[in-house]
């Protein structure tokens, strides 16, 4: 949730910086772009990092930090504040996504996986909520940026609070031959790119946020001006895909007690293939919105499936730093593709969105297998070089 809160309100925020800073809305564009940045920089860090401070102190830090961050954007004098506050906040943001994600994906279940990332959907909902409510009463952002900052330094203290009971359970959990967070990695574990199938692995995280954020960014404006929406009726087709990946996710948490993480994989993408399909179709408008939240339920296992599936896949020594990577390139589909897609539909016309996100869909398909397929010719060899023995 201290996650999503921040993540969302940049979109409500930047309409209001620019018109009452008189700036262009490129330029209030930049505080996403340093943003996202700065979590990119930190995801690629983050195995070396949360191995030598730990997921819990890492946790605590980085959700201060988003605070701080926050609270200087709500008293922040000009732009270039927001631009350097910016910094902070992504670099707390990316600590945040990518330390849970592996210590999430280390200790516990794929339920517990997709239910941590459906909290992310809360808070993300909240934000805009919390944003929307300051705006009508003060006409001004920043006042919405200071009550999410004490939210943040509200779950700062419940994590500090906490730091006892990580300590606990690390303690209890802790697998033979994986070192303690805090202690530096065995030496001589293979580099990140030198496991078999990795670059599968990141280009499936960096197609899958190009469609999600790519879908969510110009999906209204295919709805109205492609098919002639209104923009009202567009805007709650998209927050109702938004809802769909939240749903989604809680109920994932259900499926994977009975099927598999690659299954959900496989399956998500399916459904996610035939949503953008039906959004090709001449069909009523009712049901081309439906196509939209079809796609949001069919994006909503994979990416908690493929952060949950790194210590089956890569080993559990490696998993810390291949999941960082994940985060990283992450960052980059959500940061780059989508800007990318929108100079594309710029000059070749928006009516090929779904057509370039069915492109992008086939691709993460056909990586994902591609994956699986040698993560099980590696195990099979593994299998094999024992039963030799």
């Given at each position: 949730?201290?996650l999503?809160?921040p993540?969302?309100?940049?979109?409500?925020?930047?309409?209001v910086?620019?018109?009452?800073?008189g700036?262009?809305?490129s330029?209030a564009?930049l505080?996403s772009?340093?943003?996202i940045?700065?979590g990119?920089?930190?995801s690629f860090?983050?195995?070396?990092?949360t191995?030598?401070?730990?997921?819990?102190r890492?946790t605590?830090?980085?959700i201060l930090?988003?605070?701080l961050?926050?609270?200087?954007?709500?008293?922040?004098?000009?732009?270039?504040?927001?631009?350097?506050?910016?910094?902070?906040?992504?670099?707390?943001?990316?600590a945040v996504?990518?330390?849970?994600?592996?210590?999430?994906?280390?200790?516990?279940?794929?339920?517990?996986?997709?239910w941590l990332?459906?909290?992310?959907?809360i808070?993300?909902?909240?934000?805009?909520?919390?944003?929307s409510?300051?705006?009508?009463?003060?006409g001004?952002?920043?006042?919405?940026?200071?009550?999410?900052?004490?939210?943040?330094?509200?779950m700062?203290?419940l994590?500090?609070?906490?730091?006892p009971?990580?300590?606990?359970?690390?303690?209890?959990?802790?697998?033979?031959?994986?070192?303690?967070?805090?202690k530096?990695?065995t030496?001589g574990?293979?580099?990140?790119?030198?496991l078999p199938?990795?670059?599968?692995?990141l280009?499936?995280?960096?197609?899958y946020?190009?469609?999600?954020?790519?879908?969510g960014?110009?999906?209204?404006?295919?709805?109205v001006?492609?098919?002639?929406?209104?923009?009202?009726g567009?805007?709650?087709?998209?927050?109702?895909?938004?809802?769909?990946?939240t749903?989604?996710r809680?109920?994932?948490?259900?499926?994977?007690?009975?099927?598999?993480?690659?299954r959900?994989?496989?399956m998500?993408i399916?459904?996610?293939l035939?949503?953008?399909?039906?959004?090709?179709?001449?069909?009523?408008?009712?049901?081309l919105?439906l196509?939209?939240?079809?796609?949001?339920l069919?994006?909503s296992?994979?990416?908690?499936a493929?952060?949950?599936?790194?210590p089956?896949?890569?080993?559990?020594e490696?998993?810390?730093?291949?999941?960082?990577?994940?985060?990283?390139?992450?960052?980059?589909?959500?940061?780059?593709l989508?800007?990318?897609?929108g100079?594309?539909l710029?000059?070749t016309?928006?009516?090929?969105?779904?057509?370039?996100?069915?492109?992008f869909l086939?691709?993460?398909?056909?990586?994902?297998e591609?994956?699986?397929?040698?993560?099980?010719?590696?195990i099979?060899?593994?299998?094999?070089?024992?039963?030799l023995?």
């Open positions: 949730m201290s999503g809160l993540d969302s309100i940049l979109g409500v925020a930047i309409p910086i620019q018109r009452e800073w700036i262009e809305l330029t564009g505080i772009m340093v943003s940045s700065g990119i920089i930190y860090l983050s195995g070396y990092i191995e030598k401070i730990g997921t819990s890492i605590f830090i980085s930090m988003t605070s961050a926050l609270f200087g954007f709500s008293v922040a004098p000009s732009f270039a504040w927001l631009l350097l506050l910016a910094v902070p906040l992504g670099v707390g943001g990316g996504d990518a330390s849970l994600n592996h210590y999430v994906a280390l200790h516990f279940r794929a339920h517990h996986m997709n990332h459906s909290f992310w959907g808070g993300a909902t909240l934000g805009p909520l919390i944003m409510r300051a705006l009508e009463q003060s001004s952002w920043q006042p919405g940026a200071r009550t999410i900052a004490f939210l943040q330094l509200f700062a203290t994590i500090l609070l906490s730091l009971i990580w300590r606990k359970h690390q303690a209890l959990v802790q697998p033979q031959g994986v070192p303690a967070e805090g530096k990695e030496k574990s293979p580099g990140v790119f030198k199938g990795i670059v599968y692995a280009l499936t995280m960096l197609l946020c190009g469609v999600e954020v790519g879908l960014l110009w999906g209204s404006s295919y709805l001006h492609v098919r002639n929406f209104s923009i009202e567009a805007a709650s087709w998209i927050a109702m895909y938004y809802g769909g990946i749903a989604g809680f109920l994932s948490g259900i499926i994977s007690f009975r099927l598999s993480n690659v959900m994989i496989r998500g399916i459904i996610a035939a949503g953008i399909l039906i959004l090709l179709m001449p069909l009523p408008d009712a049901l919105g196509a939209l939240v079809l796609v949001g069919g994006l296992p994979v990416f908690p493929m952060i949950h599936e790194v089956a896949r890569f080993g559990r490696a998993s810390r730093k291949v999941i960082g990577f994940q985060m990283g390139f992450a960052y980059v589909g959500s940061a780059y989508p800007p990318l897609l100079v594309i710029q000059n016309g928006l009516v090929l969105l779904p057509f370039i996100l069915l492109g086939t691709a993460m398909f056909a990586a994902s591609r994956l699986t397929c040698l993560v099980r010719r590696r099979s060899d593994i299998d094999q070089d024992l039963s023995q």
